[in-house]
């Protein structure tokens, strides 16, 4: 397959505030030859994943932030078309990292021979990879939920978020709390499970959460950062712990606009535990989880909803809209 | 003893900003009958904690507020001199609650009978008491402190972070750097074997900061509040640790002009744990911690300085001092 080629999203220059397709472009370049050890990819799907926003402005990520000119390496999966890996053989599917038709990889850094659970392909980059996993060792790993427990979720209807609640309620916690934008996204969190779902758009949002809170929370998953983390903070209850699982909300406010968290007092006042989470820490926990997963999806008991674009050129608006309340479900874009 | 008189000290208005002398005044009052199960205790030393000022207030704290006329119950320690207690005799040394010269106890809540350890008697309200366990359970259950980790300590001039930074260089920490106010305390600081003394009050303290965070911290015990937390956070190695033990800095200030903590973006980058302490939740562990320390402080391998105020009147301006950077090691009452 060598000798064709390949297209990949590059980054334009170093984002300051809210994405705009504008800051990346398609760079079309030949595949280059194997060297001994290389495996050659085409991705069926890439993902939207807001975590990479953090590395697209210099500052601090988990990753270091990409320089204007790369190639952007959100996450992919697809199948193996030619190689020199011996680990890798043509036909296996493949989770990789790259926003590109074509990944070129020497098997190292984040390259998995994807097992045939049964379930769609493009759920390698949903529930089956970074959203799922962060959700799963979010609350196993990270907040150690106990039955019986009182959850608060956070941008709920998203991938991570509607995945923490619904594998929540299944792991005993008696009420699940979701926030979210506007009355079909609460509405479906009703649906998959959630016990409440607050509409932060709503005019009466305040009295909403206030109601919703009442009883306090064990656990705070965040997805959204510091405003929410904030509000939540005097209604947490006692030892309660709070996952900071991403800041969607902040990756684009340049620092000194970040809001800040006030209420800090509740930590001592109620021993709270603050805890961020990168999942690919959980690694080698990844494919027992991925199976436990697979097949709570295939029956039923989590659900999920998924946006698939169209070419790898519908990358950066499918990227864009994830900071807008636009989307609703994984994003995905079938290459 | 009973049908004496005694005097406590009564918190006169809920306090808003510093706190001042005016805010207390000193009541008397004829120490009450002993009913069955009760007994009498003379106070020897009273004591100031940081502590105490978060419960002045409405809002926030470890324990419900006090009410204006209210007395106010910091720690002290004692002898017993009349008992309808079985578990509490005439003569027995013992450590209660009770900014008062006489304490009438039941012997539940915090009543403690004290062990001969051979300690001069002030030390069971201060390293032996809620200062020092708070420095050994921090760094032994909260920060989990390994052995070549580098160890920042704010507030460290302070009965709880000299403790906590001798201990952590006991425990075999590979740095402790201790932030203080003035030149005394840092010299101080470097003679009970800190590396590194930070002078907040100097004028090159951002130099002087940085070059000892070059190397970051994996572990921040802090005492102060959120703007000391805020500007550590950016130098916390890999799954840091914060502990939030103490926010002097923030107890006196309203909460829409607390500061916020904005770099909390590092907790995802580096997977940072901050977590509140109330040293009362490690009671079971008490005993065991004070027996070694005791022998710690009599091998003078942890040293400790102490303020004696003389008189039960003089304890509001000792405990207002200790939010003026007037205090210079643990300050006690003697009744």
Redesign the interface.
Known sequence: MAGGEMERIVLVRHIDGAPTPEDFRVERLSIPELAEGQFLAKNHFVSCDP?TR?RLSP????APPLQPGAPVDGFSVGEVIASRNERFAVGDHVALTGWATHVVSNGRGYAVKLPDLGVPESLWIGLLGVPGMTAWFGLKRVAQLKAGERVLVTSAAGPVGATAGQLAKLWGASQVVGIAGGPDKCQWLRDVGFDVAVDYKAADFEAQFMAAAADGFDVMFDNV??AM??RAL?HMKMRGRIV????VA??NTP??R?????????????????????VF?DLPGFAAAQAELAALIKSGAVQYREEVFKGLASLPEAFCGLFTGASFGRRVVRV
């Not at 500052?59 to 988990?62: D, K, R, V």
């Not at 900071?244 to 800041?247: K, N």
């Open positions: 975590g953090s500052g601090a990520s988990y950062g510091n983390i904030d005097p900071v699982s991403g800041q902040d990756y620092l000194d970040v809001p800040g968290l006030k209420n800090t007092r509740e930590f001592i006042a109620r021993r709270l535990r603050m805890e961020g989470l990168v820490d």
